[in-house]
């Protein structure tokens, strides 16, 4: 608690004899070791930048480089061709004499070598890297030229990278050309449009490829040569940080427990166990030990998002918000029962142990003290209007306690919430599995502080699960932490209680209790941002499904990509919900790229329309069936690529809408566009992005993931996960208000598709 010490580390009083000073040793020993932390910090940063820099080539190879020209220099070896003795006339202009201009000269012919030598690796990766034809090939076909860069690549790569060394390799985010998304944009809509209106719209996609397309194109073409990334920033402020409506339901996403074991029912020390472990996952961060991930064990995937998974958090403005992230956090801020409580991380230089931060758990849950007035629905603030919450932080929360408090949450490296109620998980219960979902999703719309990059959430018999805000990254960051933090719970374990298993070296700080004074106006917002949260919530439609008949497993015997197959069932299943086809999104990733988040991939296809139509018709053959499925899913494949390889329809659409924004003018193609609903969103959650996680040894830790509200009001959000080879579970949310979805219902059509798709083999 330095902060605390530091108020009174110096005391002093005036005596007709003098000034008489005290000294508290104790606290100026606490600021010292805050200070020392701190420096380690930023010189750790220094060092990784330096390494970072200089990846894949490391500084040992500068000695090397070293040795190598005095050994040359030895057996009168001149590999400088004369640059050497250029050196070492600098070094004589300079002042220095022999042999130091000698030494000098070498010093700093090897420095040159060195650094040009970075140079020219770090382009040839990037260079390397910019090839996306190997993700065309067939697996068992793999052409010559893609062999050859698989070589080099590995040559490149090095062996011991830091979480962001490769982000100075990666290459830019490319700008598609006009004609090839206009031609894409087209296909993805044929099925969806009647011949008039698909005339219409090629009239419309026609003008504006000939017209104010042409140049909008220009503009972007420009903004792709001086940004990192031509999207990411445009679809971060536009997308996410400039919309008004709630964050809450509309754009935070949530997670779920590993289904099928619960290793203690301890509340407070299964908490402990998982802040443990998400905070050593932070300490790898921040040291940069976290290896990047990379496709196909050989591709690196830029590490961007994870700068700001902790100590984040988003600040409402009335126009638009605005993403605070601050370098470090001492302390965590856990919500029970109404009440706030700051919880400091590390004490006497170290960070806490499980069984310590769970004695500090326990004081909080045995803490009998009610909630101040107001205090107990305050978050309600950050669930309801933005421009609402905005409004009030400025008028009651700029100064005083209030401002200390709020800052105590902001600067929180994130957020706990120990709920009182108990939640379970009974894959023959759905209602249990859908009760889960929807405390994770909204909780009660105001035990969630969900400006916060994300809230820890452990239910009061041990369940737990995670709500996270958007703007700051997309789920697989937020996977990647809740794979890394459960395999961290199972490594450390629970003794026969249930409670931590370590021994307690010292007593911890006890809990500070966060003060509120809230005026009777400042209650009034809040309780208007409930009413809005309530109202939001209480129209959630959500069903979580664990399909247990077949997995992975049986669909790649059936030699279809697992994903591909999904796609084509929930085209089949939402034809058979609503008796049309509809605008499908499907999210896909562009981190091969700098600075990459998402593009979109429009599942509805001509060819996946022909296959749900055959479905439905008992006239067609199995085997006909069968061929326009495969034909659906390497036409659903070959978007996916078309999608991370930076040819994709949407973002390009979306920044081209941007910049006739911001150049005034109107284009009805793309107004149009833009508008068009996703009836039907939906987005695979990746797993075991971390090699500690074995779920071959532990099947029972294989994960239910995750969901998220749904996107239109008429439509579903589907977010699914492909865990071990024989589950799939799928999250489904649609709005009670909307009498054309159910979400129970849509579950299971999915149910009876998925089987129907499985009989087109299993009866051949």
Known sequence: MAEAHSAVAFSFTVTPDGVDVSVNHEALKAVWHSGLRSWKKRIGRMKNRFINGAYPISPAHWFVTLAVVLGCHLVDVDISFGWMQSFESVSRFLGAGDPLSFYLGVVMFTTALWCFVIIISRYSLKALLTYKGWMYEPRNKVSLITKIWLVLVRLFVGRSPLLYSYQGSLPNLPVPSLDATMSRYLLSVRPLLTEENYKRMEGLVEDFKNGLGKRLQRYLVLKSWWATNYVSDWWEEYVYLRGRSPIMVNSNFYGVDAVMQQPTTVQVARAANIVHGMLQFRRLMDREELNPIMLNKTIPLCSWQYERQFNTTRIPGIETDTLMHYQDSKHIVVYHRGRYFKVYIYYKHQLLSPSQIEHMLQQIVDDGQTPMEGEEHLAALTAGDRILWAKARATHFSKGVNKTSLDAIEKAAFVLALDDEPQSIDRNEPAKLDAIGRTMLHGKGYNRWFDKSFTLVVCSNGRIGFNAEHSWADAPVMGH?????LADDLRLGYSSDGHTKDKMEFVPPKPIRLQWELSKECQGVVETS????????????????????FGKGFIKRCNI?????????????????????????EASMTRMFREGRTET????????????????????????????????????????????????IDRHLFCLYVVSKYLGTESLFLKEVLSEPWRLSTSQTPHQQTDRLDLTRNPEMISAGGGFGPVADDGYGVSYIIAGEDVISFHISSKKSCPLTSSTRFGNTLVKALDDMRQLFTSS
Request: proline share 2%; with cysteine.
């Open 601 to 648: 991939i429009r599942s509805c296809s001509v060819q996946s329309c022909a296959f749900v139509k055959s479905m439905e018709d008992p006239r067609v053959a199995n085997k006909e069936k069968i061929q326009l499925l495969h034909a659906a899913g390497e036409i659903h494949q070959s978007s996916c690529r078309n999608a991370m390889t930076g040819c994709g």
């Open 530 to 549: 409930l009413s809005v949260a309530r109202d939001l919530l209480s129209d959630v439609d959500l069903h979580l499904l664990m399909h247990d008949q």
């Open 561 to 585: 990509s697992p994903d591909a197959f999904i796609q084509m069932a929930l085209q089949l299943a939402y034809y058979r919900d609503a008796g049309k086809f509809c605008l499908t999104y």
């Open 481 to 485: 932490l809740w794979e890394a933090a």
